[in-house]
């Protein structure tokens, strides 16, 4: 006896139907409710934080100057140690990391 493989089961053809009727029947919200509480929800109080809170904190920072034996690096802009100067062309400096 010949087997058709390219045919669906008949088990597999019974969830099918099953799952459709079971989507169609359901009482799926429409998409106009789901906008209106997408825009209800997204709504912030002005305040433009992400977690919808504004925190008046001041961030205190110690600035350093940059000392005698530092240089700013013309490629990473980090300030690093004079021996780690790689090259020097004119005005510029770049640092062995940048170099390398």
Excluded: W
């Amino acid at each position: 006896m010949a087997t058709d493989y390219d045919e669906v089961r008949s088990d597999v053809k019974e969830t099918q139907e099953n799952s459709l009727e079971a989507l169609q029947s359901a009482n799926a919200p429409d998409a106009r409710s789901v906008v209106q509480e997408l825009d209800e929800a997204d709504g912030l109080d002005g305040a433009g934080v992400p977690g919808g809170e504004f925190i008046a904190e001041e961030l205190i920072v110690q600035v350093i100057p940059q000392a005698n034996d530092e240089f700013t690096c013309s490629s990473c802009f980090l300030v690093r140690h004079r021996s780690q100067i790689a090259r020097q062309s004119g005005n510029d400096i770049y640092c062995t990391d940048c170099e390398g």
